[in-house]
């Protein structure tokens, strides 16, 4: 009787990719969603922010409550890696550490009850075993570890290190494999993923990924997630504008707008310059722009606050995703002085409230438009809709369109169809299938 494996991945998608590589590494296991009943339990954490590091142990404690005897516990990922010392002093309920660089030894370890913490940062190739989760046809693609940047905000770069890119011929052999697996929709993913390739020696590594990947048979569509503003230029910006495969799509997070808060936050790039590359990209016909910012840093005044808040509302992003400021050690702001936690409480209420404004005004202007979209599934929202996701939309974080209307064509699973999108229904675009693609 095989052995059964429950996993939970937290954090983001470049930790679920390591989470698929240990799935794949794990394959001889049987998967359970009942933790009780496994023989091994997994917890890939983050380490990001406070908030994600309290979900980490809160998620490792309730596991450890709930499994049963003779069980293998393991705690692997960011935060393992961050706070090991502490960790392995403080949590005896945890059988197995591991930090992110032994993804791929996962079976060793767990053979041999070993914890081990290797000095270099995993990256998956080609050549790693993986299951991918979550769908029949869209993937993830990790192209880089590491950052080479230096915000004042940001403890990432103390334990992954710089920037290291995966070869053109390493990623799109993978791409390549999967597209023939039956996936046609790719997330590439990294750190600062306009870096990629610098330190191989490309100056736009970018544009030539989007090249290799475009000659990719299968591909339909594709998309790059988290592009650093000091690092994206105009001819990567235009470059995802002409692909006939990449979708024109900029997930680009500006953190802040205020030239001294964003000196303060060492982020390289001043409002000038910001504005010119999101105007670049807000020109383009059909484009989707996300960006994420940071309520509360040290050094924010109420000034500078209002204008942030001001641009948010003038520009009109697609998506805004909104961060309380963390104070996290290791990091340049640690030291500084800190805004009182009912200010950046308050501060990141407004943000939010400007975000579901920004995001319901790009909603509507979807209302009467064509858009290609892919069935994810019976939707939550009411078993008689299916819920499906524009491909101009990122996987699990833009959201979901519901069909309400299949107009007799068969709606399968991963299927890729060209859709009108009729009305919006609260917080939902309604579309109604017209042809099927693939």
């Not at 993913?189 to 090249?211: A, P, T, V």
């Amino acid at each position: 009787m095989p052995k059964t494996l429950h996993l939970v991945s937290l954090g983001c998608t470049k930790n679920l990719v390591d989470s698929e590589v240990m799935l794949g590494k794990l394959s001889d296991y049987e998967l359970t969603d009942t933790p009780e009943e496994a023989d091994v339990i997994i917890v890939n954490t983050c380490g990001f922010i406070e908030a994600a590091k309290e979900e980490s142990i809160a998620t490792v404690l309730d596991l450890h409550q709930r499994r049963k005897e003779d069980s293998l516990l393991v705690m692997s990922g960011c935060l393992s890696e961050r706070y090991k010392e502490e960790l392995a002093e403080q949590m005896p309920e945890i059988d197995i550490f591991t930090g992110v660089g032994d993804y791929e030894r996962i079976d060793e370890l767990i053979r041999s009850r070993q914890s081990t913490f290797s000095p270099q940062v995993y990256l998956a190739t080609e050549r790693s075993p993986r299951l991918i989760t979550g769908s029949n046809y869209h993937a993830y693609i990790k192209i880089a570890e590491g950052c080479n940047q230096n915000c004042s905000f940001c403890a990432i770069p103390s334990f992954k290190g710089r920037l290291q890119s995966r070869s053109l011929d390493s990623i799109a052999a993978e791409v390549a494999a999967l597209s023939e697996r039956g996936f046609y929709d790719f997330s590439f993913i990294s750190q600062d993923s306009s870096s990629y390739g610098r330190d191989l020696g490309m100056r736009e590594g970018l544009i030539e990924l989007m090249e290799r990947i475009e000659m990719i048979p299968g591909v339909h569509s594709a998309r790059i997630l988290y592009l650093y503003p000091s690092t994206t230029s105009f001819e990567l910006i235009d470059a995802i504008a002409d692909s006939r495969i990449f979708q024109t799509y900029y997930d680009m997070p500006i953190q802040h707008i205020d030239d001294r808060v964003l000196k303060v936050m060492k982020r390289g790039f001043g409002e000038e310059k910001t504005r010119t590359l999101l105007e670049r990209m807000r020109a383009k016909e059909g484009g989707f722009v996300r960006t994420s910012v940071i309520a509360g840093h040290p050094g924010e005044s109420e000034e500078s606050f209002r204008k942030l808040c001001d641009f948010l509302e003038e520009y009109g992003f697609d998506r805004i995703n909104v961060f309380a400021y963390s104070n996290e050690e290791d990091t340049a702001a640690y030291e500084m002085e800190q805004l009182p936690e009912e200010i950046i409480t308050e501060r990141t209420a407004i943000l939010g409230e400007i975000a579901q404004r920004s995001r319901d005004a790009s909603l509507e202007r979807m209302v009467g438009r064509e858009c290609r979209l892919a069935i994810d599934g019976p939707s939550q929202e009411h078993e008689y809709l299916l819920s499906a996701r524009p491909l101009l939309w990122a996987p699990e974080i833009d959201g979901e369109v519901l069909i309400n209307d299949t107009n007799d064509l068969p709606a399968e699973i991963g299927g890729l169809y060209r859709a009108r999108i009729t009305e919006k229904a609260g917080e939902y675009p309604l579309g109604r299938l017209e042809e099927k693609v693939i």
